[in-house]
């Protein structure tokens, strides 16, 4: 069997069996199974997750590749032979794709002699809770000596057969905001009683919204989304209190902490204005990630005429962590196709790819190793 045919049957059994961040048991024991049988050397990322090493000629220093493993509690809906055993749970982004795409990598190396080191890194939790920091924290990667790290997250809003990539920044730093209004409650028919959250939180809506607009230079790329207030539940009663969150994103750290300091002073402002209180949370997520120019422009000399230079995206993703430690570079792989259905986008019920895009993915590799002179 070839490293394709095998990889499909990865993606398959492992579609079968989605788990969500730090709770992939079944997940870890199938992927360290796969490269214990292919002879190399693995150990766990954390809990879960699993690193994989293969020495080269010169073991002086070590490329990395990276696959996510987390899946999403999604009840599935799509239509075919392969589907989730797990009730409420579905590889709705994609992440056994690039385990697949990853063991099929692997597979392909597994007897080709390498110029370096090459390790395997399939990560856990990239969803939630985000899973690179830890294993960067941990220092289980320190000694390998990695120089360059490389990952992919396929992508149904690009053709398939295309790959996206751009230098600089590609996708956003993130982060969320919590609120709590905390107001007065009473009658509704006697308003003048209460302290209302539920219209003082349209007033902190309003004013969110203004940040971006009012508060960023119009060069700069920035979002704030309320994504949720919850608060009341009788027609005739004021509430107490309201809760209500959202999104922050943004390319520049200058950026990012101009919006949280925006989002702290606004509510300040609007509590002392109305003799109420707001509790401000804000957590900081994933850094942006911000692909090498060097190893970018590399990564699309290696990869021929399927490259496109696409824009960056306001969407997250902890592959950052590493990027943070070591040059890198991350690409999308193209899974868009109408002919075959194929168009729901990720996170969907309904999501799925064809097959040839794990061949894509490992070819990616490939190409670029061969580029590098590190397999012939």
Known sequence: ??????????????????????????????????????????????????????????????????????????????????????????????????IAVLLGFAEYLKDVETSCNIVFIFQPAEESPGGARPIVESGKLDRFNITEIYGLHIWPYLDQGKIGVKPGPLMAMSGEFELDLIGKGGHGAVPNSAIDPIFISSQVISSLQSIVSRNIEPIDDAVVTVGYIRGGSVHNVIPGKVEMGGTIRAFRQEVYDRIKERIATICEGIAKAYEMEIEVRITDFYKPVDNDEKLTEEFIKSQGNVVEIVKPYMTGEDFSFYQAEYPGVFFFLGSKNEEKGFIQPLHNSRFQADDQVIKNGIDSYINLLKYKSVIE
Do not use: W
């Not at 079968?16 to 796969?34: D, Q, S």
């Open 1 to 98: 069997m070839d490293y394709y045919t095998r990889a499909v049957e990865y993606r398959k059994e492992l579609h079968k069996i989605p788990e969500v961040g730090m709770k992939e048991f079944k997940t870890t024991e199938y992927i360290l199974n796969a490269l214990k049988v292919m002879g190399y050397e693995v150990e766990a990322a954390l809990e879960t997750g699993a690193i994989a090493y293969k020495k080269g000629t010169d073991e002086s220093s070590s490329i990395a590749f990276r696959a996510d493993i987390d899946a999403l509690a999604i009840q599935e809906e799509t239509v075919g032979e392969t589907k989730s055993e797990h009730e409420g749970y579905m590889h709705g982004c994609g992440h056994d794709y690039h």
